[in-house]
């Protein structure tokens, strides 16, 4: 499940972090690196498993409406939504239940938050629809979930205010998790029953290099990257970049010199999109810039054995000084 994109992610933060804190111990920033990723992974595990705490609380209202039309004599309420295929299945699975064994935390510690939403749920026309429709499937018990999930859970600022509030760790993580239990909602087959497999933590032993890797360079090699945005940038003052600036270009560097199989485009495009969320307006241009500038001032002196698409017409390999509104 921890994709690369997480990767890339969690050692921008912890770089910055690594220089803001005054014990600059690599070997203890790389265990809060992998720390922080497993974080990540608890994460996914949390939010599928509140489904199953969601239908806990729809079993709750279920008791509460039956108990009333016994004492009334009128109908039985439906049991369709509380006896959802699908979320039956995710209550069972062996996996999620073995990681909420060693959680102090769960859903029902949670009983305002389950409560609203399961309200929410209830009046919403997605429920509507799933209840009246004559699907008995096990299609359809999966697939209300994952409409249940994009609409009213993947956006929900409640559930955000409270993951913030368990954990430091989960503020920039939802948005990529999410997209990793919706995948596993799809791939969900009934016949598999409890022993239906969740995303592993890691798809290889590939990716913990590569973020090992990674960090250690970025920070082993720092003066040596720094030169190179120097370099680069030496019609502008260096030292007025955007810190932020520095450390991603710093990284994506690290990237581009240490892992070969790794386009360069690859890695200037992931860095960019980052610098977009965790930078000034104007940096992402600007690291496009310089990043494309230093690969192939690189790979013109014999540093870097990639290939590189040809620039653009009038695209400036020099990062001059038409950049002066690039401060801290």
């Known amino acids: 499940m921890i994709n690369r994109e997480i990767i890339r992610i969690k050692i921008v933060q912890l770089t910055y972090a690594y220089y803001q804190n005054g014990n600059k111990n690599i070997d203890s920033a790389e265990k809060e690196l992998f720390f922080s990723l497993s974080k990540s992974y608890d994460l996914y595990n949390y939010l599928l498993a509140l489904i199953a705490g969601i239908t806990k609380e729809a079993r709750r209202h279920l008791d509460v409406a039956q108990a009333r039309a016994n004492r009334e004599g009128t109908e039985a309420p439906s049991q369709k939504f509380v006896y959802n295929r699908f979320a039956l299945q995710l209550e069972e699975n062996k996996m999620l239940n073995e990681f909420l064994e060693t959680q102090k935390k769960n859903w029902d510690d949670e009983p305002e938050f389950l409560k609203k939403l399961y309200n929410q749920i209830v009046e919403s026309q997605i429920y509507k629809e799933y209840m009246e429709s004559e699907d008995d499937s096990y299609a359809a018990d999966r697939e209300v979930w ?183």
Do not use: C
């Open 146 to 328: 994952r409409k249940i999930y994009r609409t009213l859970i993947q956006e929900n600022e409640d559930l955000d205010a409270l993951l913030e509030e368990q954990s430091l760790y989960w503020n920039d993580d939802k948005e990529i998790v999410d997209t990793f239990v919706l995948k596993t909602i799809k791939r969900f087959d009934e016949k598999n029953k409890g022993k239906q497999e969740l995303l592993p933590e890691y798809d290889s032993e590939e990716d913990r290099d590569y973020a090992r890797k990674l960090f250690r360079a970025t920070i082993m090699n720092a003066d040596e990257y720094q030169r190179f945005m120097s370099d680069a940038s030496r019609n502008w003052d260096f030292s007025r970049l955007a810190y932020m600036d520095v450390i991603i270009m710093q990284i994506a560097i690290a990237e581009m010199m240490t892992f070969p199989s790794i386009p360069i485009s690859v890695s200037i495009n992931e860095y960019v999109e980052i610098a977009k969320l965790y930078s000034t307006p104007r940096s992402s241009g600007y690291i496009n810039g310089m990043l494309d500038a230093i690969a192939r001032h690189l790979i013109e002196g014999g540093r870097l054995m990639k290939r590189i698409d040809e620039p653009r017409a009038g695209k400036n390999k020099i990062i001059n000084n038409t950049n002066n509104d690039k401060t801290e």
